[in-house]
């Protein structure tokens, strides 16, 4: 059986119901919604995920959801003084914008102990971070979040990392570019979106983003362009894939987290990379046409 551990935060999700100040609520989180995209699509794997929540009701419910969708909800640690971070999704044509409370989220605190890192991730055929994942976290931690992947890539883990660049998250942008590098050091599959490493990293082109990660080490990198051509560079196969036109965007949310599951999952399965890349498109064209991070009906 494959196990991926997935580390990093998930948060009480406001999704817009369509009707006016009326919200839906759930849980999502970058890292999360890709596992929970990776339940439905390999339901034949473990899939763990790696964070903290508190011990309030709220965080009962939320390791109760992810054990619904078969998550692994082990390594979920409890914080007694802390709880969930809580976001809020603006949308105009389709295309979100977020509001976050998430000061004192319990997940903040998944890296303090490298012991307990260590644990949940041996074992491990595949490790997932994200930008995101470093963000909330101190330097400190972040250097022994990475201490222990590599650890696990030593024993043999596949690492593969969303840059999920979220530069509010992030004190100096100096140190968000630097970290973001580091991971990818360590990183065997790398899966950035290009008007994010455009924006913060100056890439020209998708092209120029490919390039960038191999030379850092990746042996496979995915770069996500929207609606736009996805351009890839798996173990030396290189080429671009043109996604199907969604006819009616609702809401992207997530879309990008659907997208990193498609690929994992079909790659990890022996597809070929364009036809890893190809599964990928299908599901993020889904996700983008319902509300909301999590989308039923994907598998």
């Given at each position: 059986m494959t196990r991926i551990v997935s580390i990093g935060e998930c948060m009480v999700e406001m999704a817009p119901t369509g009707q006016e100040a009326t919200f839906e609520r759930s849980f999502a989180g970058d890292t999360f919604n890709t596992a929970w995209y990776l339940a439905q699509l390999a339901p034949g794997?473990?899939?763990?995920?790696?964070?903290?929540?508190?011990?309030?009701?709220?965080?009962?419910?939320?390791?109760?959801?992810?054990?619904?969708?078969?998550?692994?909800?082990?390594?979920?640690?409890?914080?007694?003084?802390?709880?969930?971070?809580l976001y809020q999704i603006e949308l105009t044509d389709g295309e979100r914008t977020f509001h976050y409370w998430r000061d004192t989220s319990a997940a903040r605190k998944l890296a303090r102990d490298e012991e307990v890192l260590a644990e949940a991730l041996r074992g491990a055929d595949i490790v997932f971070f994200s930008g995101i994942t470093l963000a909330i976290l101190t330097e400190e931690e972040r250097e022994v979040l990475f201490d222990t992947i590599s650890e696990a890539q030593a024993d043999g883990a596949i690492v593969a990392f969303d840059p999920n660049i979220r530069p509010n998250l992030w004190d100096d942008p100096e140190d968000m570019r630097a970290a973001i590098m580091e991971a990818a050091l360590s990183s065997e599959i790398i899966l950035p979106s290009f008007d994010e490493e455009a924006a913060h990293f100056g890439d020209a082109d998708p092209k120029a983003t490919v390039k960038r990660y191999l030379s850092a080490g990746a042996t496979s990198v995915v770069v996500k362009n929207g609606a736009g051509v996805v351009q890839y560079s798996c173990g030396g196969e290189a080429g671009s894939h043109t996604p199907e036109a969604v006819a009616e965007v609702t809401d992207t949310t997530a879309a990008g987290d659907g997208f990193n599951a498609g690929f994992l999952a079909s790659l990890i399965?022996?597809?070929?990379?364009?036809?890893?890349?190809?599964?990928?498109?299908?599901?993020?064209?889904?996700?983008?046409?319902?509300r909301g991070a999590l989308v039923g009906g994907i598998g």
């Open positions: 794997w473990q899939v763990d995920y790696l964070s903290a929540v508190g011990q309030d009701s709220i965080s009962d419910e939320f390791v109760a959801f992810a054990a619904e969708a078969g998550i692994g909800t082990k390594h979920i640690a409890r914080e007694p003084k802390l709880g969930m971070g399965a022996g597809n070929s990379p364009a036809e890893a890349v190809a599964a990928a498109c299908k599901v993020s064209g889904k996700v983008i046409q319902s």
